[in-house]
């Protein structure tokens, strides 16, 4: 009888031993780093070429007995070339009486633009940087005799435009891998858990 229940304690302590030993029983937490996608932004020096008009200083327009005339500037660092546009509106002296008897108070710009005859002439003037350019029409070169006929004029300077070469800051994307600790769960034994944790 005292064999037998050593025999059973025996197996009672293997099986005992064999669980502690060897059947995961205890959750524990373990951290891992994982690789996962993500987007970076980042700045990158690139010439890039810009274009932009030339300075100018508009130094004075108008008309006298001999005819149009207009004064700038180049105002910037580049020498270039300035396109001067002179938009004169004429009319009959005797018709245009007759329209301001009409619009006592100033003629509207439709009324200048429907019943005027249009006159587009142009000069280009080259000017280095800081120097002064001058444009001057005569009355007899326009075909206008300031005697006979009513005139209102418009004026347009359409400077060069002049491209340089900058560098420039520009905003990039790319996709990098990085990695992040993670938990993760998993079961243990408890000889394993006594032992490590």
């Known amino acids: 009888m005292g064999k037998k229940i050593g025999i059973a304690v025996g197996v009672i302590i293997l099986v005992a031993a064999l669980v502690v030993c060897l059947v995961p029983l205890k959750?524990?937490?373990?951290?891992?780093?994982?690789?996962?996608?993500?987007?970076?932004?980042?700045?990158?020096?690139?010439?890039?070429?810009?274009?932009?008009?030339?300075?100018?200083?508009?130094?004075?327009?108008?008309?006298?007995?001999?005819g149009p005339h207009f004064k700038l500037m180049n105002r910037g660092e580049v020498a270039g070339h300035f396109t001067i546009r002179l938009i004169l509106y004429t009319m009959e002296k005797d018709e245009y009486?007759?329209?301001?008897?009409?619009?006592p108070h100033g003629?509207?710009?439709?009324?200048i633009e429907s019943k005027f005859e249009k006159l587009v002439t142009e000069e280009v003037l080259y000017l280095e940087p800081r120097e002064i350019g001058e444009v001057d029409w005569s009355w007899e070169e326009l075909a206008i005799d300031?005697?006979?006929?009513?005139?209102?004029g418009r004026w347009q300077i359409l400077p060069d435009e002049v491209t340089r070469v900058e560098?420039?800051?520009?905003?990039?994307?790319?996709?990098?891998?990085?990695?992040?600790?993670?938990?993760r769960y998993k079961k243990v034994t408890l000889l394993d858990y006594l032992l490590h944790y």
């Open 27 to 66: 959750t524990v937490a373990y951290t891992v780093m994982v690789d996962y996608q993500d987007t970076e932004t980042y700045y990158e020096d690139e010439l890039q070429e810009v274009t932009e008009p030339l300075e100018y200083q508009d130094l004075g327009w108008g008309f006298s007995g001999g």
């Open 97 to 103: 009486l007759d329209l301001v008897w009409e619009y």
């Open 107 to 111: 003629l509207p710009e439709e009324v």
């Open 146 to 152: 300031p005697a006979r006929i009513e005139y209102d």
């Open 167 to 183: 560098s420039v800051q520009v905003e990039k994307q790319r996709t990098v891998t990085k990695q992040r600790p993670e938990t």
